[in-house]
């Protein structure tokens, strides 16, 4: 089983910066790869950005440019720095985990709100 917990969400105002950690725990052999998605009551979840075993990243075309996604292997992190917050980021912001058998562990989300 695999544990994933979020931190770092809170209140922000519009143009600023948040970096939003999760932390992997539990039983796993290997990680194929990890995301970053988000929710907003009535709509579905949607990819934020994504990292592979490799480091190739992807990210939606709606955060491109404004969030960097990235991992620390050796301390089980996931990161995702996010730089001009816009109010239409606000959301709650899931980390996301395939392990290496195809095994996909979801966290429990920390929320970004951004507003003046």
């Known amino acids: 089983q695999v544990q994933l917990v979020e931190s770092g969400g809170g209140l922000v105002q519009p143009g600023g910066s948040l970096r939003l950690s999760c932390a992997a725990s539990?039983?796993?052999?290997?990680?194929?790869?990890m995301a970053w998605y988000r929710q907003v009551p009535g709509k579905q979840r949607e990819l934020v950005a994504l990292?592979?075993?490799?480091?190739?990243?992807n990210y939606g075309s709606y955060v491109k440019g404004r969030f960097t996604i990235s991992r620390d292997n050796a301390k089980n992190l996931l990161y995702l720095q996010m730089d001009d917050l816009k109010p239409e980021d606000t959301a709650v912001y899931y980390c996301?985990?395939?392990?290496?058998?195809?095994?996909?562990?979801w966290g429990h989300g920390t929320q970004v709100t951004v507003s003046s």
């Open positions: 996301w985990l395939v392990a290496g058998r195809g095994d996909i562990y």
């Open positions: 539990g039983s796993y052999f290997s990680v194929n790869a």
């Open positions: 990292i592979g075993s490799g480091g190739t990243t």
